[in-house]
């Protein structure tokens, strides 16, 4: 079962916007982290936060984080249309425990 | 460093065959997870192995199975394919066991006939 859940699935954007995309997940995690996957392809990982972090940022990334309501966000700057991908939330709940994915959202950036 | 690599990348088989799945990690990486993505169901945990031993396992059922040899290469095998077995199954590895950022491999696209 899905423990993370994007939002939205699909959004498309003009090159040079700004693109967020929401997760949410149902039970208390250790760590999330965000991929990306280009059509059909291995995935690449974007970030990781952990729980007792609020924010992270890295490159044209920004990736936020709140406990309280069990969410988190992704936010990509400036987007290009090389970002054109679908991007995937993954939670854990400790050490031993699997990565859970969500089932992704399909990012669109029109040149 | 070369990637993680995955043999072969595409692959149709038969319903009631077997196929094993071939996953060569990162150099120095010990950990490897397998995953299974669908349309329908996304990306499902299959199993993770660390140290040649099943650390982590996924609600599929016993058809599905892995290894992991010394040199942290791993394998995995379906029997009985099923219609429902195709998708396209992803590799990851990493350095540690556990809840790490994982680099994964290209994927195998299987097809069920």
Redesign the interface.
Known sequence: S?QGEEDPQALSIQEGENATMNCSYKTSI??L?W?RQNS??????LI?IRSNEREKHSGRLRVTLDTSKKSSSLLITASRAADTASY?C?T?T???????????ITLSVRP | KAGVTQTPRYLIKTRGQQVTLSCSPISGHRSVSWYQQTPGQGLQFLFEYFSETQRNKGNFPGRFSGRQFSNSRSEMNVSTLELGDSALYLCASSFLQGIYEQYFGPGTRLTVT
Do not use: C, E, I, P
């Open positions: 899905q250790n760590n982290q991929y059909g392809r291995g995935l690449v990982h990781l995937f993954a854990d400790g050490a031993n425990s699997k990565l859970t994915f969500g089932k992704g």
